[in-house]
């Protein structure tokens, strides 16, 4: 029913602005979970995969972005998502960045945003996690808060990752949002290593006081060279982290000249950075090896879409932008494509 819906309510919610119609698109998604409108998909046992030491009902997740807050994770799940990220989060709440900050270019099948991590704060978010029902893996993508010096860094991620790392079931450093000022700058290898080095030490904590394991992940950004994409690879293997996401949005502009809205600042997303997204994927997977997990995200707003990113070399996908172009539908219709792709590359 909501598949046959969205349609039609698309051109109001697009006749508001960006952030207003993100508010009243949740309130519509909660109250239709509420009647039991939304018809959860349900995931067959040949859809899901074992990754990181978790169980990924099916293959398809909603990135970090939409659900900031943690407020909406069952009834996004109810739409059928096999594992949603929530973020980003950071350890003391933040406004974000001054209004307008949220952009359609409906031309392009895109967003531009320039939000900074708005966020009612870590504890907050923590709580919420706790109380979820949705049976699926949940990440929380954690971000650095905008008055924290990059000297500072890693213990401002730390701070962040002790509140909501009990209440999670993946944590993805966020360190390629083009959103807070020089927060880009924390991919580089020397910048990148003591963050994830104190991470790794607060999860040891972590195991040590309550065995929880949890995977930690880093999401990096389309605008590296193959160089830099190689160089993180090799320290994601050498420390061990657990896995990457390929990728956060981008500051080019060349694929949307001339569209209304693409002189704004901030990151693009959607349909016109899928090839740039999909072209980090076999870069990282040659330098990852076949054994660290690989989730693609950015462009993906078709089941052909997500089907290249696995033939690409990734296990799981994302999507957000796509989701609020083309809707729920979205899900029904990656879903079905990616069945068939693993149907028909597991061997008989």
């Not at 952030?19 to 979970?33: G, P």
């Not at 001054?98 to 900074?116: D, Q, T, V, Y």
């Not at 990457?244 to 016109?272: D, W, Y």
């Amino acid at each position: 029913m909501i598949n046959a819906l969205y349609p039609l309510i698309r051109p109001l919610l697009f006749s508001l602005e960006g952030e207003r119609a993100h508010e009243v698109t949740f309130s519509m998604l909660e109250t239709a979970h509420k009647l039991g409108l939304l018809g959860a998909h349900e995931s067959r046992p040949e859809e899901g995969v074992t990754l990181m030491g978790l169980r990924f009902p099916n293959r398809v997740g909603l990135a970090a972005g939409l659900d900031k807050n943690a407020r909406h994770i069952d009834a996004l799940g109810a739409l059928g998502f096999g594992f949603i990220e929530a973020g980003t989060v950071t350890a003391q709440p933040q406004a974000g960045n001054a209004k307008p900050r949220l952009f359609r270019l409906p031309e392009a099948g895109a967003l531009i945003n320039r939000m900074g991590f708005p966020n009612e704060g870590a504890e907050v978010i923590a709580q919420r996690l706790a109380q979820r029902r949705f049976k699926g893996p949940c990440g929380i993508n954690i971000g650095k808060n905008a008055t924290t010096p990059l000297e500072d860094a890693a213990r401002n991620y730390v701070e962040c990752f002790r509140v909501v790392a009990p209440h999670a079931d993946y944590v993805t450093v966020n360190v390629s949002s083009p959103n807070t000022a020089n927060l880009r700058q924390l991919q580089q290898v020397d910048q990148l290593r003591p963050i994830l080095d104190a991470l790794l030490e607060a999860r040891v904590q972590l195991v040590s006081s309550s065995g929880k394991q949890l995977p930690i992940l880093v999401k990096v950004s389309p605008d590296l060279s193959s160089e830099d994409f190689a160089a993180i690879a090799r320290l994601v293997r050498e420390l061990r982290i657990d896995g990457v996401i390929a990728t956060n949005t981008t500051i080019t502009r060349e694929v949307v000249k001339g569209v209304p809205n693409s002189e704004q600042q901030g990151g693009l997303s959607g349909a016109p950075i899928r090839s740039l997204a999909l072209q980090s994927i076999p870069i990282l997977r040659e330098h990852l090896g076949k054994d660290v997990p690989l989730i693609a995200v950015g462009g993906i707003d078709s089941g052909a879409a997500a089907v290249a990113a696995l033939q690409a070399g990734a296990d799981l996908i994302q999507i957000y932008t796509g989701l609020i172009y083309r809707g729920p539908k979205l899900v029904t219709e990656i879903l079905a494509a990616v069945g068939s792709f693993t149907k028909s590359a597991r061997p008989t």
